[in-house]
């Protein structure tokens, strides 16, 4: 797949934004498909996470987006055609504010259909933004896509910072330097129950935090 | 290329000099020695040395351009020396507006008042108007946990990277009666504290023994004090000619200028292992941010530009 020509543009950009600090622990870049999954504390997560893998996995990658907040004008635009985001939709429940997929099944199948053989995909497991301070638990997404694609790597990436530069309900950055730390991959160990593995997921994500 | 007067480029062709020269002894440094401890220390040394070939290539582009030049690089160190600093504290949801009017209004401003040579103004924005406007602005936000903390660390990144970073560009504004262009006084004041840096840096490395201060900065030795205190200060002497004073007054101004950049070496340090970090960024190679870099340049800069403006202005 080629990318867009205002990829490496917007990743420039991006990266220029959130001086991020990219960090590969224990680990490091591989083209192989892969879903990248990390902590969700702005508007600027996938964005930063996308624009911090090498260019080459990046026209490969995927982010998992939100479909009631990427469906209009140019962010569409954006989201659609530079990082060519899997639009999913959400429904908000009223109680809690929690966010859930309107219908689960259907958003599984987007993403399993965007990734086909050879994409990878970005993946916010919480589901919504958190406050930056603790990782929610994670919904059943990392899940069901390892059940479906056995052997699929799931590489955790911990982002730092990123809700200061842009928190939830500001619409003005302010620079701050962030930090992205990769960890190793994870994939789905047969019989391994659904409980039991998204904990190890996030914990693998955690462990990141202050490494 | 009218900002080329002789003297200037003397004194670039001399930076030009002492970089090849420390490429050659990293190099030669980087053949000969064997010893295995020594290696990561050498290969610090030489991605310092490049650093500071780009660091040189950037400040004399930017001199020659002219003072528009000279703004846009403190400028922008100055942002991105706040970015650093910022990146380091405890804050709060609360301070998000109070920190965009630091980084998009109060920091701009400062240099504008330079371009547009209005001293007043330029001695008074931050330590009084950004004094005063910060803590309204967080107490309009709403929080008062920690309030005087949040508000006092705030106030004082815009002092050290942004009011005082400034005092260097702000060479430019002095008429100094009888001397040339001040761009001069600038690369002057720059020589001096970056090479009494240096000569530290090697001084300690070659000798250093006995620590100063072992908790707020491991690498600072007494021989690596005097010796790059006595050497910059030569040095400074030596380059009396490109500045208004005499060998005498040049030494005592070099003296000041190596003094007061070792204070703001330790005092940044002091921060530095407050938040238990080893450096402030990952901006430049070997050296660590721009902070780690100008540290010693926030507090020599003020004081440097005040001796000047007292004794040779009017």
């Known amino acids: 797949m080629k990318a867009h020509p205002l990829a490496g543009i917007i990743a420039g950009a991006a990266r220029l934004i959130s001086g991020v600090n990219v960090r590969w622990v224990d680990s490091e870049p591989d083209p192989r498909q892969t879903v990248y999954f990390a902590n969700h504390t702005s508007h600027l997560d996938f964005v930063v996470l996308w624009s911090s893998l090498p260019a080459e996995i990046r026209a490969r990658t995927r982010p998992v987006a939100a479909q009631d907040y990427w469906q209009k004008g140019l962010r569409r635009a954006i989201a659609v055609n530079v990082f060519r985001a899997v639009l999913v939709a959400r429904r908000h429940t009223v109680q809690e504010g929690e966010v859930a997929s309107a ?52 590489v955790p990436g911990y982002l730092n910072n990123l809700n200061r530069i842009l928190p939830k309900g500001e619409f003005l950055p302010v620079p701050f330097i962030s930090r992205l730390t990769f960890g190793p991959a994870l994939t789905l160990a047969p019989d391994e129950p659904k409980a039991a593995f998204l904990t190890r997921a996030r914990e693998a994500l955690c462990r990141l935090r202050s490494i | 290329m009218k900002n080329l007067d002789p003297q200037l480029v003397w004194a670039f062709a001399g930076v030009l000099g002492l970089l090849a020269l420390s490429s050659l002894i990293g190099l030669a440094l980087k053949a000969f020695i064997r010893k295995p401890e020594a290696q990561a220390t050498i290969s610090n040394l030489n991605a310092r040395i490049g650093a500071w070939w780009i660091m040189s290539a950037i400040f004399a582009l930017t001199l020659v351009i002219g003072p528009i030049g000279s703004l846009v690089l403190f400028g922008l160190m100055s942002f991105l020396a706040l ?132 908790v707020v900065s491991p690498n600072k030795t007494w021989e690596g004090f005097v ?88």
């Open chain 1, 103 to 154: 219908d689960p099944r259907q958003a599984m199948g987007h993403m399993l259909d965007a990734m086909g053989s050879d994409n990878s995909l970005i993946l916010f497991p919480e589901g919504t933004r958190g406050t930056g301070e603790e990782v929610a638990a994670f919904k059943s997404g990392l899940y069901y896509l390892s059940q479906q694609r056995p052997g699929l790597r799931l």
């Open chain 2, 83 to 214: 970015r650093e600093y910022v990146t380091l504290l405890p804050t709060r949801r609360a301070d998000h507006r109070t920190l965009f009017w630091a980084f998009f209004i109060f920091t701009p401003l400062q240099y504008l008042l330079i371009g547009i040579q209005w001293y007043g103004m330029f001695a008074i924005l931050i330590p009084v108007f950004a004094f005063l406007f910060v803590p309204a602005r967080l107490a309009i936000a709403g929080d008062t946990e920690s309030f005087l903390e949040r508000a006092s660390t705030i106030q004082w990144g815009l002092m050290i990277c942004v009011y005082c970073l400034s005092y260097t560009p702000a060479l430019l504004m002095l008429q100094i009666p009888g001397y040339g262009r001040p761009a001069k006084l600038m690369l002057y004041l720059v020589l001096v504290d970056q090479l009494s840096d240096v000569m530290q840096y090697v001084w300690g490395k070659m000798l250093g023994r006995h620590k100063i201060a072992p």
């Open chain 2, 227 to 314: 010796g790059g205190v006595l050497s910059a200060t030569a040095i400074g002497t030596a380059l009396w000619w490109m500045t208004p004073f005499t060998p005498a007054v040049a030494a005592a101004v070099s003296l000041a200028i190596t003094l007061m950049g070792f204070a703001g070496g330790l005092t940044m340090s002091a921060i530095k292992r407050d938040r238990g970090v080893k450096d402030y960024g990952t901006l430049i190679k070997g050296h660590g941010g721009i902070l780690d870099r100008m540290d010693s340049m926030c507090f020599a800069a003020p004081v440097f530009f005040h001796i000047v403006r007292y004794f040779y202005v009017r």
